[in-house]
């Protein structure tokens, strides 16, 4: 095991659910929250060779990395190359982990092929919008619940974006890709949005859940898979730290080479000090965060 000072930990809707005692993974109390960290290895115990201290790392656990320090088996961390910051290191794990996922194992996007993301504003989806423009070379169709998220979608790289709070999704889609609808839908948002988003798929599309923000979760009409042979799979990015840990790693390493070479930038839409933790929990509550939250512990 190593022992960290951790300099950033990224905030997810997951931790939230977890300290609600909602999140499909239940923790005893008490416990601290956090799964994706930043920081400098403080110590290392017996049969460490992976890392040493003083080395800069981005690691993943369940939970207590919201803390000053954590520690972490060797094997859940990564070496930050030199010009990724700490802030972006911490915003990797999660966002770019699943987005590596579903874009590549999973739906496997190729080249100019048309991705649909919906809560395409969030950290997932701009991970989504970023992974797919600079490194699958896809066209990207951003939907997301207000013009401010959809104007960041576009800015962030999205060829196209619709608002779906006050447009209709499906027409849009096929607007936007003259009646052909997408290759690839990635569905975070759940009911109606989820079902909107299966219905705008093409001919032998991938539909790919993430998860329900909108706090329904909904049914598949299974004829609507019969009737365009589409396909509807799920991600749950932590599961495969258990099930398939080199293409879990597999994903890290990627994501940290990309971000090194500045073929992918991570969006940190705030930061937050360790004190402010509960005000970091209310403004991703309240839907008014963009891209990845970062609690901040230096």
């Known amino acids: 095991q190593v022992r960290v000072g951790v ?32 920081g400098t290895v403080l110590e290392t115990g017996e049969n460490v060779s992976t890392v040493k201290e003083g080395c800069r790392v981005v690691g993943v656990t369940g ?20 010009g990724v910051s700490p802030e972006d290191a911490a915003a990797l794990p999660v966002a770019y982990g699943t987005a590596a996922l579903v874009l590549h194992h999973r739906a496997r996007v190729q080249p100019g092929e048309t991705v649909l993301v919906t809560a395409g504003a969030g950290a997932t989806g701009l991970a989504v919008i970023d992974l797919a423009v600079n490194i699958f070379k896809a066209k990207v169709i951003a939907a997301a619940g207000s013009d401010a998220k959809c104007e960041l979608a576009l800015e962030r790289g999205a060829n196209h974006s619709v608002n779906y709070s006050r447009s209709n999704l499906r027409d849009e889609v096929k607007r936007l890709t003259d009646g052909r609808g997408a ?13 909107a988003a299966l219905q705008s798929l093409a001919w032998e599309g991938r539909i790919v859940v993430m998860g329900f923000a909108g706090g329904k979760i909904p049914s598949i009409p299974a004829n609507l898979l019969l009737l365009k ?37 991570p969006h940190i839409g705030a ?4 004190e402010e933790a509960n005000e970091a929990f209310n403004h991703v509550l309240q839907r008014k965060s963009t891209g990845k939250v970062i609690i901040s512990m230096k």
């Open 63 to 82: 939970t207590a990395a919201m803390a000053e320090e954590c520690v972490v088996d060797q094997k859940m961390l990564w070496r930050v190359p030199d």
């Open 7 to 38: 300099h950033c930990c990224g905030l997810n809707f997951a931790d939230i659910l977890a300290c609600q005692g909602l999140y499909q993974e239940k923790q005893a109390l008490p416990f601290t929250p956090g799964m994706e960290f930043s």
């Open 183 to 195: 290759h690839v839908a990635v569905e975070a948002v759940g009911g109606d949005i989820f079902k």
């Open 229 to 265: 042979n589409v396909s509807a799979m799920g991600v749950y990015w932590s599961r495969y730290q258990e099930e398939n840990f080199p293409v879990f790693s597999s994903t890290m390493a990627s994501a940290l080479q990309y971000c090194q070479e500045g073929k992918i930038h």
């Open 271 to 274: 930061v937050f000090k360790l």
